[in-house]
């Protein structure tokens, strides 16, 4: 019997897919769009919904901000708290986790926020810790661009610090509800924490109740070195780029070794890898519909849009017909390179090519196909799960149908991935520990 | 046909009533016993809910946070942007206000975060705008105290007018969804704000979709100080006032009115609506026990001297109960103080404490059909525009009291012609212009 694997979905509160044969939508702003989402994901037993979220509109491509509003391309975004707050309502068992900035967000809001989202979530919610990566983020914050990443990855581990300390400034069993003495809180058991660091300082305590996990699940997305660290010190689950087999079992075993000389149990932090599957009916109709989108100008203008965004560099500069130049960016270092595939001798063409499958083959077919190939993929690779996202940026009923009631039921009849979470509600720390 | 008026409620994301007779309460915090509440007012046809915030437990009395936390005074509370999320969702006429911090928010967070609420609320949300009173808030926030109380005024002048031009950074027709262009949004319709105060910074645009209410969500402020009065007579749709006396809220509302005609407003567009904690019985002598068990509590005087100790930063425990209060002074709210200690009238500590439960507004304790009475009576004395419904003075909001006011009072009050029995408008600006 193979080893299942967990299963979970990297979206944002953006536009749902409004121009395409079957897609009527455009409008999701109320949010109900993502809550039918998340309900078809809950039916297929994901573990958990990933909000990311962004905080500027690009115009990094052809500097300006064409591209990104004519394409919808990472913006707009709505703001992911109140999002997570409806999706945990409409759910029971599936985890929600938002993306927060330790940039965007006062320590003492994000830790109240996360306390509030988790309490609301009964216990399914997790954080995902980003400290933002573009300059013209920063600038909505009032500075001129963002602090260096070394500097970033400093302020975040401080932070991260800070809001551990918040989330313990009420002990457990603080809420005594006491009738005869008429207590409802002890206040033996909530203290300040005087917190004072380089960067921030803050008395508390928090002014909520503890949360059903005492703090969110933490999940994170590891690419540099100091990146890894981090996440491997932190992180109860990971979010990490598939370029690969080789890479990717490199990847979790780099993790699962750092965990484990930071005196963690490696197996409490589960990688999750990025996955566009395609999905047909027939194998030739997969294939054809990766081609046709692949193929169109406005396919390679958003690709290169997005990646000129996340690295702050303007791709239209470059040859289609070349290999990329080696760079380096103060923004997404871990995605430039995963986008570059430095060495490999291919052109940009080619490389905007390869992004709507995310550097893995196989996963352009039936259900029955794609979930046998994503079976082996983690059989080599040796755990944790996937992370689906769309192939063609913008999610639409079309495709969470095509994963839903087509890959996942394929992936539970080979015993890949859960047929059921059980009648008991567990917190999403612990869905996610369960195998 | 008398003028009708206008229904708020005043609460917050706390601790609902536990240790009562006919109250099981105390674990709020999924937000569930928020969500009946507001479909409660929805039936009554309530204008709008709002929801209150501070960010800090005080420890004003006795130095200690322990009545506070004893007692759940001024805390814990919930981020309300969630519980206005839920609400939103759960509702599809009924107003929703959450109260923001220009302390605690970047401005573009906040701006982002209103949006998407008015989005998920389908133009029915409004910001509560306040800036934090209170030092051990400040020190959540790595200050060492509050601005004065000037200059919080001037950064909050600057913080609205940056986030009002973030709110018009979209022009309202920017979202195309243009099928032949494959275009959604048009760039030339979205533009950065390069906004450079003494305060703020931000470079814009924001990354969301306008507000469905034109410009802005709806505004909303609790206009204190002359200069409060100011900001809120120019800036905001609906003021939350507090009740001294039928003679000073009509003074109150008057003045209003007076600089918003000053300002080049409309009058009529600004709702001022008084605070009011009614008191329901059966029979009138029902709700004058009901009005006595409240102050005859043996929590009360500890938990009104917490209250006054906090909103004062003085230490109301060192003082003798059987005495009267000597003279003092606050850098806090010297017009709170003022109106609690009454001095020069004799009395003892105890009886002024005694009488804090009153809230200035006689005649609200009785029948609903009594209380429906005088609260007409009043509206006809001061010319309008409404009342915004609140717990009675040390108490917490519970079933009971919903049940009370929506299916006792209220009902009274549409027999009377008083308030709406159906609501005509779908936005929050335009139920709070309906009359």
């Not at chain 1, 029971?92 to 330790?102: E, F, N, P, R, Y």
């Not at chain 1, 975040?156 to 809001?163: G, N, Q, S, T």
């Not at chain 1, 090519?353 to 080599?380: F, K, N, S, W």
């Not at chain 2, 969500?217 to 206009?223: D, N, Y």
């Amino acid at each position: 019997m193979p080893k299942p694997f967990h299963l979970a979905w990297f979206m944002n509160f953006s536009v749902d897919e409004w121009n395409a044969p079957f897609s009527a939508g455009g409008d999701p702003w109320t949010g109900e769009f993502y809550i039918d989402m998340a309900k078809a994901m809950e039916r297929a037993c994901f573990d958990y919904v990933m909000i990311e979220d962004t905080l500027m509109i690009a115009d990094a491509y052809g500097d300006s901000m064409e591209a990104y509003l004519k394409y919808a391309l990472m913006g707009p975004k709505g703001d992911p708290a109140p999002l997570a707050a409806l999706i945990a309502n409409h759910t029971s068992k599936l985890g929600v986790v938002a993306t927060m900035s330790t940039m965007a967000y006062p320590p003492f809001m994000l830790a109240r926020l996360c306390s509030t989202l988790d309490s609301i979530a009964k216990g399914r919610f997790g954080w995902n810790i980003v400290t933002t990566g573009e300059n013209h983020a920063a600038r909505n914050f009032g500075m001129d661009e963002l602090p260096p990443r070394q500097v970033r990855y400093d302020m975040a581990d401080e932070y991260v610090e800070l809001v551990k300390q918040l989330w313990d400034s009420w002990s457990p069993g603080a809420v005594v509800r006491d009738r005869d003495s008429d207590t409802y809180v002890d206040h033996t058991k909530v203290a300040p924490i005087n917190f004072e660091g380089q960067f921030y300082k803050c008395r508390g305590p928090l002014n909520c109740v503890r949360s059903p996990q005492g703090r969110p699940t933490f999940v994170q997305a590891g690419g540099s070195p100091r990146g890894r660290q981090f996440a491997a010190e932190t992180a109860d689950s990971i979010i990490a780029a598939a370029s690969g087999i080789a890479a990717m079992k490199e990847y979790r075993d780099d993790i699962r070794r750092r965990a484990a000389e930071a005196g963690r149990n490696p197996d409490d932090v589960k990688v999750f890898f990025i996955v566009t599957p395609i999905l047909a009916e027939t194998e030739a109709m997969a294939r054809e519909k990766l081609a046709f989108y692949t193929s169109t100008d406005a396919f390679m203008v958003k690709v290169l849009a997005q990646i000129s965004s996340v690295t702050d560099i303007d791709f239209s500069q470059f040859s289609l017909d070349e290999e990329l130049p080696r760079m380096t960016t103060n923004g997404e270092q871990g995605s430039l390179e995963a986008f570059a595939q430095w060495g490999s001798g291919k052109t940009l063409r080619q490389l905007v090519a390869d992004r709507a499958t995310r550097g893995l083959d196989g996963i352009v077919g039936t259900p029955d196909q794609v979930a046998r190939r994503l079976g082996e993929v983690m059989e080599e690779v040796g755990g944790d799960g996937f992370l689906i996202t769309s192939p063609f940026q913008k999610v639409s009923r079309q495709y969470v149908n095509e994963i839903c009631e087509g890959l996942v039921p394929a992936l539970q009849r080979l015993g890949l991935t859960r047929t059921s979470y059980g009648d008991e509600p567990k917190f999403l720390r612990d869905r996610l520990r369960e195998f | 046909m008398p003028k009708r008026f206008h229904l708020g409620w005043f609460m917050n994301f706390a601790v609902d009533e536990w240790n009562k007779p006919f109250a099981a309460g105390g674990r709020p915090w999924d937000g569930g016993f928020y969500v009946d509440m507001a479909r409660s007012m929805e039936r009554a046809c309530f204008d709008y809910i709002m929801l209150e915030d501070t960010l800090m437990i005080s420890e004003a009395y006795g130095h200690s946070t322990e009545a506070y936390l004893k007692y759940s005074i001024m805390g814990p509370k919930g981020d309300p942007s969630p519980m206005a999320a839920l609400i939103a969702a759960s509702t599809t006429k009924l107003g929703v206000v959450a109260t923001m911090s220009t302390m605690a928010y970047p401005p573009f967070m906040l701006a982002r975060l209103c949006a998407t609420l008015d989005n998920i609320a389908g133009g029915r949300f409004g910001w509560n705008i306040v800036t934090s009173g209170e030092n051990l808030a400040a020190m959540n926030f790595g200050m060492d105290e509050l601005p004065p109380r000037q200059n919080r005024y001037d950064m909050a002048d600057e913080y609205v007018e940056l986030v009002k031009q973030l709110w018009g950074s979209w022009d309202r027709d920017a979202v195309v969804l243009d099928h032949e262009t494959d275009t959604y949004a048009d760039y030339t319709k979205v533009r950065p704000i390069n906004f450079e105060g003494t305060y703020y910074k931000c470079r814009g645009p924001l990354n969301c979709v306008p507000t469905v209410q034109p410009g802005r969500p709806a505004f909303v402020q609790a206009g204190g100080s002359p200069r409060g009065r100011q900001f809120a007579a120019e800036t905001a749709d609906s003021i939350i006032a507090p009740s001294s006396g039928v003679a000073g809220i009509k003074a109150y509302r008057d003045d209003v009115r007076a600089r918003a005609a000053a300002a080049g407003r409309d009058p009529d567009e600004i709702k001022v609506l008084f605070v009011v904690a009614p008191v329901l019985g059966e029979t009138e002598e029902e709700a004058k026990a009901k009005f006595a068990r409240i102050s005859a509590a043996p929590s009360y005087i500890p938990k009104v001297l917490a209250s006054i100790s906090s909103i004062t930063d003085i230490d109301f425990g060192q003082f003798d109960l059987d005495k009267e209060l000597p003279h003092l002074t606050t850098n806090g709210e010297q017009g709170s103080l003022d109106a609690f200690a009454q001095w020069g009238s004799g009395k003892t500590l105890r009886q002024i404490c005694m009488e804090q439960v009153s809230r200035g507004i006689d005649g609200l304790v009785g029948t609903p059909d009594q209380v429906a009475d005088r609260m007409g009576e009043i509206m006809e004395e001061v010319g309008g525009d409404g009342f915004l419904i609140t717990r009675p003075f040390t108490t917490n909001i519970s079933r009971q009291y919903i049940l009370e006011i929506c299916e006792g009072l209220v009902p009274a009050l549409q027999r009377r012609g008083l308030t709406r029995t159906e609501y005509t408008k779908s936005t929050l600006r335009e139920t709070l212009r309906e009359f």
